[in-house]
């Protein structure tokens, strides 16, 4: 009986431990996006902002 609970506590460990990397990929794809859109995004919108504005107000 107690190989049977160590078997199954030892799979819901794997599981767990699966899961734990999955999550992972998620929080370092949603950080990967955040960083793209803070560094390069923000700024190019701004700068086709003012790249705008200087030609409307020429």
């Avoid at 460990?13 to 990967?32: D, E, M, Y």
């Amino acid at each position: 009986m107690s190989i049977l609970i160590a078997l199954l506590l030892i799979w819901i460990l794997w599981k767990l431990f699966k899961f734990s990397f999955w999550l992972l990929g998620i929080i370092l794809l949603i950080t990967f996006v955040a960083i793209f859109i803070k560094l390069l995004l923000i700024p190019a919108i701004l700068l086709l902002g003012l790249a705008c504005f200087g030609l409307f107000n020429h």
